[in-house]
């Protein structure tokens, strides 16, 4: 079994600053890629940014420069900060694993950009 604890969530007001955080616990031996996806109301889930177990990173472009992915490996969290948070940033973010037995998703957590 895989779990992922998500946390860091909120309500921040645009230009503001938010961490998230999600850690693995489980069946964990080798860790192929950890991410971050996000979905907003009436959209589809989209890829924000994903960290490789190499440590190669990739970002999609409407986050570039504003949010970054890391990684701790010896707590097998990955984290994502996300600067000059801006309104369309507002979505469900999911955490994601992908590891030799699967792909696995966390619950989601909320954020919120708004004045």
């Known amino acids: 079994q895989v779990q992922l604890v998500e946390s860091g969530g909120g309500l921040v007001q645009p230009g503001g600053s938010l961490r998230l955080s999600c850690a693995a616990s489980g069946s964990i031996f080798s860790i192929s890629a950890m991410g971050w996806y996000r979905q907003a109301p009436g959209k589809q889930r989209e890829l924000v940014a994903g960290?490789?177990?190499?440590?190669?990173?990739n970002y999609a472009d409407s986050v570039k420069g504003r949010f970054t992915i890391s990684r701790d490996n010896a707590k097998n969290t990955v984290y994502l900060q996300m600067n000059s948070l801006k309104p369309e940033d507002t979505a469900i973010y999911y955490c994601h694993l992908y590891v030799a037995s699967g792909h696995y998703w966390g619950q989601g957590t909320q954020v919120t950009v708004s004045s």
């Open positions: 960290i490789t177990g190499g440590g190669g990173k």
